[in-house]
């Protein structure tokens, strides 16, 4: 286990702009190691707190993926 | 030289260690899953991490249930009372939670108990040490296998430059290199150490895992599940029928 492991650190903001913690969505002592579960969680938090969306999340290229209120799981680069 | 190791015949003793160890793994398994809050995944406040995709997640209650059956599974076992049942129990409970949390050292619970259900052994049968038992060997084999293609598949992904460990510890460059070269060093040789030296491999498996499980206190189950896979080496598992080497019997010399 833990051959290699990316260093992830998202940025991820609410629709006010304030920073959303991913790890605080996770079950403790998990560990982020790459950018594809970051997105899966991204969206989870986008369903479960849809007030609060559209969220921003930034990959690992700089892109911007907005998260729209009630088509989380569609997300679409900006 | 060491007569050859028979890798099916057991001492009672260490096969009494590995069902204790076990039962402590099932037992730690629970009390990792309450640590880590895995209720909370299960009610919807957290992610569903390692979640396999195409499964429904059960609601808490099924969680509650998997608990206490993997509870009933780790006495049976540690006490040997209602063994079999326990191990078949065990083994059940582990399949099922495998499709609600996918893990390596989850998959690696659930061979073990699958070795073990092909014939479960009660420790204290008389005899036992004359016996073989070719399901016990597998469990023997599956650590090597484990340690091997640990090792090859840390070497393969470049585990060696150390950068893996400097981001999980958050350590600085030089103390991960050298962290991930002993790992690496480690799991190469306990395998050998093991066979031929088991009470030393013995040891450097319960060193290397202790430091696993503080650095990352969530595979405790996995740490103790590996001693108990070790605790297997323990003994002396000679082939009573296998001629002596080097003439270390004709001079009268023990040097197991």
Redo the contacts between chains.
Sequence with gaps: MFESAARVEPRFEDARGRAVALRDYLPRHAYLTDFKQVERIAAFVCQREPERAPFRLWRAEGEVVVLLPGSCLNARPR | MRALVDWERFEPGSLGWFYRLLGLTLLARIATDL????W??HD?R?????HLPGLPLYPPAGLAIEWAMMGLAALAITTGFRLRAGVYLALLVSAVSLTQRYA??RALLLLVLAFLALSPVEPRRPGLSGERHPNLALIRYQLVIVYLF?AL??V????LEG???Q??LDLDAEPARALAWLVVAAEFSLPLLLWRLPWLGLGGVACLHLGFALF????WPFSLLMLAMAVLFVGDTRDPGALPLAGADAVGHNCS
């Design positions: 640590h880590v809050d895995l909370a995944v919807g957290l992610f569903p991490w390692r390596n050292h640990s598949n840390k393969r992904a470049g585990f950068t893996a460990l981001h999980l990352m206190p969530a595979i």
